[in-house]
């Protein structure tokens, strides 16, 4: 093991010890934090429930994404491509960003219940704005040399758009990426809190009703891994398709 | 030349014109050559008098507001991939493509199979002397590498012509005669039709067969050159006192000295 990555897991160690005394020499209460012990303790007395409840959030994250991603994605290059189109959305786009869409969560419920699907959907409509404002905003900016190039060649539009548009907008596309599954994790994390049968937002809801923090701190553990799972999976993403254009602005 | 040479591009009483804001504004006019195959033909003038408009419609990607291109006899309407390539002056290369996948990409988009593809992207990349090269991507290249790259995806696509638009325009004057002179090497090695667009008079009398001035906006052919230098083309020769003398003229025809020139232009 190297200097560094000793360190490192020693850091994670003494963290680990003084959190623990804090809580065994009782110097904060137990209703206000968990130590690793009481983690470990509802990891052994109540795993299967979780993991259950950590596959569904998982699937309702991915379900959302693939959503988000076909209308954000649809929506972006319609407004960036059409003068029109981008003049008529592009503003409506930016606005609802801003928009606290937690208020419509009620609404949500009415229309698709309180399973799985208004959880999607609240996370679908939380997360699909930043994808379809930057892939507008990326073919909107991106080099028109290259759409040149691509007519004198023989490009069909559909060529146009797959094999030069859509690759050239597809860093910034990367980008909206990142910010839009941010906020689906927490959308379909919140709403699990707010209002349904099951999912992690649920179980933390739930625990924390009946006072069983070791439970709660286990769910919130969960949550951070989904947001880190999510980082890995779009940093690779990033290596794989937006390297050529950090290299390229570091020699221009 | 001889008169038999057949001509390959042919243009008819040209004319374009731009309505920006609803003012008509006469970009190019009256504008009728001939170029014969196998040629290298290039077309200097003074900045914004619609050198890269007429490439344009040459290439078909704009069209004329009236007379026509014919390439081969045929006219051109739209960008004819198998027929014409075009070199621009921002090599272009696809930044996320390798260098070789930027050179099998037109194959690609005409449907050249996978194999034949690579092929002919290796035999065309080693021309150039760039084979170990295949597998960087642009931003690795420097500027004058790059440019051979774009030069050699337009011949991948085995075009009869070539239309380049300021190709070496971004390099300084020393690199830009060793470009023109490596674009003569790969030119008397493949045959093709050259029309290239520069504002370098040196440039353009070193390199070609013939020279067309284009005058002021709107953009008229005033003089058709035939620099008659003796092939292979060495760099003595710009030193000539022909090549003085044809270099004086095209400068007078374009405007270097303006009342010279507007006396010129008065009288045609």
């Not at chain 1, 130590?35 to 596959?55: K, T």
């Not at chain 1, 959305?89 to 208004?118: D, E, N, Q």
């Not at chain 2, 001889?2 to 504004?25: C, G, M």
């Not at chain 2, 040459?58 to 309407?77: F, K, M, Q, T, Y």
Request: hydrophobic share 50%; proline share 5%; aromatic share 8%.
């Amino acid at each position: 093991m190297s200097r560094a990555s000793l360190i490192r897991f020693g850091a994670i160690a003494a963290v680990l010890v003084v959190w623990e005394a804090v809580r065994r020499f009782n110097l904060v209460g137990p209703l206000l934090l968990a130590s690793p012990s009481d983690i470990v303790a509802a990891v052994v007395q109540s795993g299967p429930q979780f993991f259950r409840a950590f596959e569904l959030t998982a699937l309702e994250i991915l379900a959302a994404l693939a959503l988000a991603l076909v209308f954000g994605i649809g929506v972006g290059v319609a407004a960036g491509v059409s003068r029109f189109l981008g003049a008529v959305s592009g503003p409506i786009l930016s606005s609802l960003f801003a928009v606290p869409l937690i208020t419509w969560y009620p609404l949500f419920m009415v229309w698709f219940g309180i399973g799985s699907p208004s959880k999607i959907a609240y996370a679908v409509v939380s997360g699909v704005f930043p994808i379809a404002l930057n892939t507008m905003n990326g073919i909107r900016h991106l080099d028109r040399r290259y759409l040149v190039y691509g007519r004198s060649i023989g490009c069909s539009r559909l060529q146009l758009v797959f094999r030069i548009l859509f690759p050239l907008a597809l860093p910034s596309i990367i980008a909206g990426l990142r910010i839009g599954l941010a906020l689906i994790i927490i959308g379909v994390v919140v709403a699990e809190m707010l209002a349904s049968v099951g999912g992690i937002g649920f179980l933390i809801t739930s625990y924390r009703n009946i006072f069983e923090i070791g439970h709660v701190y286990l769910g919130i553990l969960l949550s951070l891994l989904f947001a880190l799972l999510a980082n890995l999976a779009l940093s690779a993403i990033e290596r794989r398709f937006t390297l050529w254009r950090d290299l390229q602005a570091s020699v221009t | 030349m001889s008169a038999l040479t057949p001509t390959v591009i042919e243009t008819r009483k040209l004319r374009k014109v731009y309505t920006p804001n609803d003012i008509a504004v006469l970009a190019l006019d009256d504008i009728s050559f001939a170029a014969e195959e196998g040629s290298f033909v290039s077309l200097v003038g003074p900045s914004g008098c619609g050198k890269s408009t007429l490439l344009q419609i040459l290439a078909g990607l704009i069209s004329s507001s009236s007379g026509e291109v014919l390439v081969d006899g045929a006219p051109v309407r739209s960008p004819m991939p198998g027929k014409i390539a075009v070199v621009f002056q921002d090599a272009t290369l696809l930044p996320w493509k390798t260098v070789i996948e930027n050179v099998e990409f037109p194959l690609e988009i005409q449907g050249v199979r996978s194999a034949e593809r690579r092929q002919r992207a290796d035999a065309m990349l080693s021309l150039v002397g760039l084979a170990d090269f295949g597998g960087r991507h642009p931003h690795e290249l420097s500027g004058g590498m790059r440019q051979r790259v774009s030069i050699v995806r337009g011949l991948a696509q085995n075009p009869r012509i070539i239309l380049m638009d300021e190709p070496f325009g971004a390099l300084d004057e020393q690199s830009r005669l060793k470009m023109g002179k490596e674009l003569l090497r790969i030119w008397s090695k493949t045959g093709k039709t050259i029309f290239f667009i520069t504002h370098s008079l040196t440039e353009a009398l070193f390199l070609s067969d013939v020279v067309l001035v284009m005058s002021q906006r709107p953009g008229r052919i005033v003089d058709v050159i035939r620099t008659g230098l003796p092939r292979p083309r060495t760099y003595d020769m710009v030193g000539s006192a022909e090549f003085g003398a044809a270099r004086n003229r095209i400068w007078k025809l374009i405007g270097g000295d303006q009342t010279d020139a507007d006396a010129g232009l008065t009288g045609l």
